[in-house]
Nanobody, 122 residues
Framework: QVQLVESGGGLVQAGGSLRLSCAAS????????MGWYRQAPGKQRELVAA???????NYAGSVKGRFTISRDNAKNTVYLQMNSLKPEDTAVYYC????????????????WGQGTQVTVSS
């Protein structure tokens, strides 16, 4: 299974910016979709943004125009540039990777990072 290491969370004032990174390592056949989810206290985990290996991107409506997801396939790393942050963006952000593995046959599996706290003060 792929291992994910996240970095870049922290405390920022409203209107500020943060950049999250998630590096994937481990033995895989291929890394397919990479993305970011977030979970605020008392709320369900929700998709923030995702990008496929072909570069197709999907954003949650609440972050469109403020957040930008990108990936470096050579480094197996996905980034989330977060601008114009709002207090409602406060949450634990989780990296998610869907990879294809081979063990006699091909199969897909999701992996999750440990989460990084983003706190936006008003």
């Amino acid at each position: 299974q792929v291992q994910l290491v996240e970095s870049g969370g922290g405390l920022v004032q409203a209107g500020g910016s943060l950049r999250l990174s998630c590096a994937a390592s481990g033995s895989t056949f291929s890394i397919n979709r990479m993305g970011w989810y977030r979970q605020a206290p008392g709320k369900q985990r929700e998709l923030v943004a995702a990008i496929t290996s072909g570069g197709i991107i999907n954003y949650a409506g609440s972050v469109k125009g403020r957040f930008t997801i990108s990936r470096d396939n050579a480094k197996n790393t996905v980034y989330l540039q977060m601008n114009s942050l709002k207090p409602e963006d406060t949450a634990v952000y989780y990296c998610n990777v869907e990879a294809t593995y081979y063990s006699g046959s091909y199969y897909r599996q999701d992996s999750w990072g440990q989460g990084t706290q983003v706190t936006v003060s008003s």
